[in-house]
T-cell receptor, first 113, second 112 residues
Framework: EAQVTQNPRYLITVTGKKLTVTCSQN?????MSWYRQDPGLGLRQIYY???????DKGDVPEGYKVSRKEKRNFPLILESPSPNQTSLYFCASSLGLANYEQYFGPGTRLTVT | GENVEQHPSTLSVQEGDSAVIKCTYSDSASNYFPWYKQELGKRPQLIID?????GEKKDQRIAVTLNKTAKHFSLHITETQPEDSAVYFC???????????FGTGTSLTVIP
């Protein structure tokens, strides 16, 4: 089944404790992206990647890191999480190459205390 | 960067009526405009999209219109059904599908 998966789905952590949210797609998509969703703010893009080893900042990249070492994986890293990073995170992917339809993962609910 | 505004934030319609959601964008370089539907507790799913070289696109009960001069685009849902109840997000993309800017969402309720 073609899909985007994220792990974990729910995470409660403490300020300053490094964490990684994984994202994987099995559709051979070139493009992958991370978003955060907050009430009243819609979705905001954190980082995106056009291909392996190519990443770029979105609208709200501060406090986050990403890497794209393999085509299928695009982990989101929070080196020192803070309470203002409490949010619902979505990974998405698209075929790229002028096909922009994004498929979203199921979301990761992160709480930083 | 781009700024996308979406109105209204909530919308209630009677089943069978039409619903219209409007978005404006600020950057004339934006060239791709998708609409996503997000049901409660679910992930966003693309329902329709339009590119800047097209003025209107339809898919059954859903249509999107784009006015590049005025920098606004709208989602039209006809013959609404209870299963259309969800939050709808518009988005604008700069640089050919790389950067995406979303509106703040419209919560649509279809009253049976």
């Amino acid at each position: 089944e073609a899909q985007v998966t994220q792990n974990p789905r729910y995470l409660i952590t403490v300020t300053g404790k490094k964490l990684t949210v994984t994202c994987s797609q099995n559709m051979n998509h070139e493009y992958m992206s991370w978003y955060r969703q907050d009430p009243g703010l819609g979705l905001r893009q954190i980082y995106y990647s056009m291909n392996v080893e190519v990443t770029d900042k979105g609208d709200v990249p501060e406090g986050y890191k990403v890497s794209r070492k393999e085509k299928r994986n695009f982990p989101l890293i929070l080196e020192s999480p803070s309470p203002n990073q409490t949010s619902l995170y979505f990974c998405a992917s698209s075929l790229g190459l002028a096909n922009y339809e994004q498929y979203f993962g199921p979301g990761t609910r992160l709480t930083v205390t | 960067g781009e700024n996308v505004e979406q109105h209204p934030s909530t919308l209630s319609v009677q089943e069978g009526d039409s619903a219209v959601i409007k978005c404006t964008y600020s950057d004339s370089a934006s060239n791709y405009f998708p609409w996503y539907k997000q049901e409660l507790g679910k992930r966003p799913q693309l329902i329709i999209d339009i590119r800047s070289n097209v003025g209107e696109k339809k898919d059954q009960r859903i249509a999107v219109t784009l006015n590049k001069t005025a920098k606004h685009f709208s989602l039209h849902i006809t013959e609404t059904q209870p299963e259309d109840s969800a939050v709808y997000f518009c988005a604008a993309s700069l640089y050919t599908g790389n950067q995406f800017y979303f509106g703040t969402g419209t919560s649509l309720t279809v009253i049976p």
